[in-house]
């Protein structure tokens, strides 16, 4: 097979020879890595990915091929990809179609035959930043200006270009073969919960279907009037891309929502959007946390203590300072470099958590959330009804 050369250049000026998979062209965005050991067609499709050229330090790429079955959204929400080596050739049961392949029917260029480990080390000691694969444009410094053009991911508002344009019911639970915690729902009494889709990956939606909830996803803009008309017993924030700061009427809508009197769950960017909604601050990461190995710790008081090997997929935080005198209280600290993992309303049946609890790809060690968030609900609708 011939390899087509193509090349990676990032806004420092640096160059990376290699060789291109999947579709050809240029692509430009901000450079991540995420060092997980398996998972790749999750991270390819998930919505928090959106505007971002995708490191992926694990050195094969591709073994298993892809299934529709994996995908965390309709197509893949990457703008590039960047691997050590790629298998044109699957080995696995379950595999439809090979990476390289899959990449090209949905138009992501991917470069191969690079140093990961490299650019990860410059990545790290340098801070995520933009960059440019090109199978066209070989000349470094004609793409350098390029990446140079491009928009910092600081201030970008990318929630409005992944979220649903309208409202949709999902019905989807895990699937039985892949289920890890054996939920058992109250089939007799169904809960209804509005997600606000910021990018929401598709495994949340289903350990919501699979505690017994009904699931009325939504737009990222909906009014909070237009929420509270499904009679939700609790609304979802979901995960997403960009710049949480940027996004408006989603801290606006949260604000309005924190005097709904419902219970409130957050994952990632809705945590974020929830800390933003208390009176908190966020910032960018130097390379932000992605990967499948991130330890967070519950610091209360009155918990366990115990500590979550989780899955992570971000590039902001919010600032834990900023939360000292808000309504809000630090519930998890990320172990690696003690920032915010997750919070909850002093008062209010309101709490987020940084990390991805479905963990696909990751530990389940956080499953419990979605159960908390159900028994929150249930607590809510018995008082509410004992009360009248």
Same mark, same amino acid.
């Given at each position: 097979m011939t390899k087509q050369p193509a090349i990676l250049?990032? =806004?420092?000026?640096?160059? @990376? #020879? !290699?060789?291109a998979f999947g579709a050809t062209g240029t692509a430009i965005g901000e450079v991540v890595f995420n060092t997980g050991m398996t998972g790749y067609q999750e991270v390819l499709t998930d919505p928090s990915y959106r505007g971002q050229i995708v490191t992926f +330090? @694990?050195?094969e790429l591709g073994n298993t091929g892809v299934t529709p079955e994996d995908e965390e959204s309709d197509r893949p929400q990457v703008k590039g990809a960047i691997a050590r080596n790629i298998t044109y050739i699957p080995s696995n049961w379950r595999s439809r179609q090979s990476l390289p392949d899959y990449l090209k029917a949905n138009n992501v260029v991917g470069i191969a035959g690079i140093d990961t480990r490299a650019l990860t080390r410059k990545l790290r000691s340098l801070g995520a930043m933009n960059g440019g694969i090109s199978t066209e444009v070989l000349d470094p410094q004609q793409l350098l200006e390029k990446v140079k053009a491009a928009p910092s991911m600081q201030g970008l508002n990318l929630a409005q270009t992944v979220t649903t344009p309208r409202v949709y019911e999902w019905t989807e639970p895990t699937p039985s073969e892949w289920e890890f915690m054996e939920a058992t729902p109250d089939v007799a009494n169904p809960l209804t919960v509005v997600a606000i889709d910021f990018g929401v990956k598709r495994n949340i939606l289903r350990r919501l279907v699979s505690y017994g909830c009904r699931v009325i996803v939504v737009p990222a803009d909906t009014p909070p009037e237009k929420i509270m008309e499904f009679k939700p017993d609790g609304i979802f924030l979901s995960n997403g891309p960009g710049d949480p700061a940027a996004v408006k009427t989603g801290i606006e809508t949260a604000t309005a929502l924190? !005097?709904?009197?419902k219970p409130l769950f957050g994952i990632c960017l809705g945590h974020q959007i929830l800390g933003l909604s208390m009176g908190g601050d966020t910032?960018?990461?130097k390379f932000g946390h992605r990967g499948l190995n991130q330890p967070a710790k519950? #610091?209360?008081p009155t918990s366990d203590q115990r500590v979550e090997i989780t899955s992570q997929n971000h590039g902001f935080a919010l600032d834990g300072d900023s939360l000292t005198n808000s309504v809000a209280q630090v519930t998890h600290l990320?172990?690696?470099d003690r920032t915010v993992a997750g919070l909850e309303h002093k008062t209010l049946p309101i709490f987020s958590v940084q990390y991805h609890p479905e963990a696909s790809p990751g530990p389940h060690d956080a499953d419990y959330l979605f159960e908390r968030f159900v028994n929150t609900m249930r607590e809510q609708k018995l =008082?509410?009804? +004992?009360?009248s």
């Amino acid at each position: 097979m011939t390899k087509q050369p193509a090349i990676l250049v990032l =806004a420092d000026g640096s160059c @990376y #020879q !290699g060789y291109a998979f999947g579709a050809t062209g240029t692509a430009i965005g901000e450079v991540v890595f995420n060092t997980g050991m398996t998972g790749y067609q999750e991270v390819l499709t998930d919505p928090s990915y959106r505007g971002q050229i995708v490191t992926f +330090t @694990y050195p094969e790429l591709g073994n298993t091929g892809v299934t529709p079955e994996d995908e965390e959204s309709d197509r893949p929400q990457v703008k590039g990809a960047i691997a050590r080596n790629i298998t044109y050739i699957p080995s696995n049961w379950r595999s439809r179609q090979s990476l390289p392949d899959y990449l090209k029917a949905n138009n992501v260029v991917g470069i191969a035959g690079i140093d990961t480990r490299a650019l990860t080390r410059k990545l790290r000691s340098l801070g995520a930043m933009n960059g440019g694969i090109s199978t066209e444009v070989l000349d470094p410094q004609q793409l350098l200006e390029k990446v140079k053009a491009a928009p910092s991911m600081q201030g970008l508002n990318l929630a409005q270009t992944v979220t649903t344009p309208r409202v949709y019911e999902w019905t989807e639970p895990t699937p039985s073969e892949w289920e890890f915690m054996e939920a058992t729902p109250d089939v007799a009494n169904p809960l209804t919960v509005v997600a606000i889709d910021f990018g929401v990956k598709r495994n949340i939606l289903r350990r919501l279907v699979s505690y017994g909830c009904r699931v009325i996803v939504v737009p990222a803009d909906t009014p909070p009037e237009k929420i509270m008309e499904f009679k939700p017993d609790g609304i979802f924030l979901s995960n997403g891309p960009g710049d949480p700061a940027a996004v408006k009427t989603g801290i606006e809508t949260a604000t309005a929502l924190l !005097g709904a009197d419902k219970p409130l769950f957050g994952i990632c960017l809705g945590h974020q959007i929830l800390g933003l909604s208390m009176g908190g601050d966020t910032f960018k990461l130097k390379f932000g946390h992605r990967g499948l190995n991130q330890p967070a710790k519950n #610091q209360l008081p009155t918990s366990d203590q115990r500590v979550e090997i989780t899955s992570q997929n971000h590039g902001f935080a919010l600032d834990g300072d900023s939360l000292t005198n808000s309504v809000a209280q630090v519930t998890h600290l990320n172990l690696n470099d003690r920032t915010v993992a997750g919070l909850e309303h002093k008062t209010l049946p309101i709490f987020s958590v940084q990390y991805h609890p479905e963990a696909s790809p990751g530990p389940h060690d956080a499953d419990y959330l979605f159960e908390r968030f159900v028994n929150t609900m249930r607590e809510q609708k018995l =008082a509410v009804k +004992t009360a009248s």
